[in-house]
């Protein structure tokens, strides 16, 4: 049995998309046993619009709520809300395996920090997405917004980590990485590129592929890409508002004669599994990761096919040892031993 | 008449789209005097395959050319390319307006700061490029890859530089500018884009209309999105990433069965159009901004069409007096009031 807490008020549609969604993953997955935190009633008038296998299904009842507004530290004293109850659930209860929310980014990092807590010798963990790429499956792009400003040895532990990742993820077993830069070419970038690119390659257990531009995310043959926080939020949102100019475009157009209307209904299967593939919310949220346990953020806007891939990618990655993956990876990957490098550079 | 030069060696396809691109220009604008520097016979093989008006165009003979792996600061040096020889003339002969080139963007920013020169009080100049948008026009994204690492004056003279452009390239009267972030509120992003974000709520003459995510640069209602070089050049080339995948995903699903194809028969003319609102050489190239006369690199790969477009822009913002303006629009800012921020900042 894999018991995953989902915060069952996280979001812009919370509850009725996360219970859905909740419900949709647990009949997927016959071995999920689904914790609900939430304000109990509204959870149980959402969950009674399902079929829901009921011994594998529970609620935490919690009146508080986190809200978007709050400040992330003090959110994180909410200790009767969904979110922060989940968080000091799932560190002290060690058979609850992963944590799954829609709701606010900066209350998700904080918690994790503050109240999970991080994975030895993990500086700070890092949010990993999956954006879609041209080989129709997803490159990793860590980190994508928690730490605004890194320094080398936290850019080379995203590697560690989204490696790790990759692997226990999604089934890559020697996942090239890249370094988002400004050019492909080792000199390319300002000072902190130029020594993370030397500390990149000197790492072991990593198949460090070299400097990746913006546009290698999804057309490119890495399998993750590494960033600092504010680069990387600035790749995924750029991409993501493309994707959607494309599709709003495309659903005017593809509206805008009758010569349009009826070519689309012979386009209806191609335009489709063309959306499928631009589907930015393909591997669920984004995995917060170097914390203790599996964290996925999903987005605020989440459906409940999100919420449900989001749970399902915590269970693949507790089967398979996402954590455990981790710690070996780090050790062995003698990040210890590029101190002097690292010393030098900041 | 607006004399402008045109690198002719200078691009992937060069010097057969180079000189198409001009001839292009040249038809459409009667005004337009074009100098080409380059290989004089072979640009007079290209401009052979083409009607073109003999009293409007001039070959300048230059035997060698700026290859694509010289280092900047030496191809400066090489005074008989096309390029460097285009940056002396541009800077010597008062009546010539503005210089295209599709060539190097290293040797090209190189050239217009150590031949060229900045505009007066410009610290560095920026590439601003021309981003579609969801409005039908286009966003300019400035910085986009000229200066991996800004400092807070920098970004607020962007600001200036881009305002001017908008206003005399576009038409686009109070334009609205924003400040790339990871985040919409004002407390958003890294000490830099704190402190500019106050720096530029205090410029005068500029319609500073708060923090633009990634998404906004393409959906939002900005005219121009202000950057550092890096995750400008990130953001820039991660929509063009996706923008690519999208064509190519649509060309293969578009033929992907015979329902398919009977289907584009009757949307030809909305997936053109699609293709046209997608389409990221719209504005020609990227204007290399603060400097003393308008430069603009156009892609590599860049098309005829590319080629006219951009010769066409250089010609806008001369009509417009865009030099003069930034001039007036720097003084008018009070920037140099504000370095008791800025010296605190940095």
């Known amino acids: 049995?894999?018991?995953?807490?989902v915060d069952a008020m996280g979001g812009d549609n919370a509850p009725q998309?996360?219970?859905?969604?909740?419900?949709?993953?647990?009949?997927?997955?016959?071995?999920?046993?689904?914790?609900?935190?939430?304000r109990k009633d509204e959870v149980q008038t959402e969950l009674n619009k399902h079929?829901?296998?009921?011994?594998?299904?529970?609620i935490v009842d919690c009146p508080d709520v986190v809200d978007m507004n709050d400040i992330p530290t003090e959110a994180v004293r909410k200790k009767d809300s969904s979110l922060i109850r989940g968080f000091w659930m799932l560190k002290k209860e060690e058979d609850i395996c992963a944590l799954v929310t829609a709701g606010s980014t900066?209350?998700?990092i904080a918690g994790g920090q503050l109240i999970l807590g991080r994975i030895r010798g993990v500086k700070r963990p890092a949010l990993c997405a999956g954006i879609?790429?041209?080989?129709?499956?997803?490159?990793?792009?860590?980190?994508?917004?928690?730490?605004a400003e890194c320094k080398i040895e936290m850019l080379c532990q995203f590697a560690i980590?989204?490696?790790?990742?990759?692997?226990?993820?999604?089934?890559?077993?020697?996942?090239?990485i890249g370094l988002l830069n400004n050019g492909?070419?080792?000199h390319k970038g300002d000072p902190l590129r130029q020594q993370t690119y030397q500390c990149l390659k000197q790492l072991n257990g990593i198949n460090f592929a070299g400097n990746a531009e913006g546009r290698d995310i999804m057309l490119g043959d890495f399998d993750a890409v590494i960033a600092?926080?504010?680069?990387?939020?600035?790749?995924?949102?750029s991409m993501e508002g493309c994707g959607k100019l494309v599709l709003g475009v495309m659903k005017k157009e593809f509206s805008s004669s009758l010569s349009s209307k009826i070519g689309y209904l012979f386009m209806r299967k191609a335009i489709k599994r063309m959306r499928g593939q631009l589907d930015f919310d393909k591997a669920g949220g984004a995995l917060l990761v170097g914390l203790k346990k599996p964290v996925i953020k999903s987005h605020g806007s989440s459906k409940p096919e999100t919420i449900a891939a989001s749970i399902a990618n915590a269970a693949t990655v507790h089967r398979n040892a996402l954590i455990p993956a981790i710690d070996k990876l780090l050790e062995e990957s003698g990040i210890d031993r590029l101190s002097e490098i690292i010393n030098v550079g900041e």
């Open 1 to 5: 049995m894999i018991k995953i807490l």
């Open 184 to 186: 492909t070419e080792e």
């Open 17 to 38: 998309a996360t219970v859905a969604g909740a419900c949709l993953a647990a009949e997927k997955d016959k071995e999920l046993y689904i914790i609900l935190t939430g």
């Open 228 to 237: 600092d926080g504010f680069s990387g939020n600035v790749a995924l949102k």
């Open 51 to 58: 079929k829901y296998d009921k011994s594998r299904f529970e």
């Open 132 to 147: 879609p790429n041209s080989r129709g499956g997803v490159t990793l792009l860590c980190d994508c917004g928690a730490n």
């Open 106 to 108: 900066g209350a998700t």
């Open 161 to 176: 980590l989204a490696s790790a990742y990759a692997k226990a993820g999604f089934g890559i077993q020697n996942p090239r």
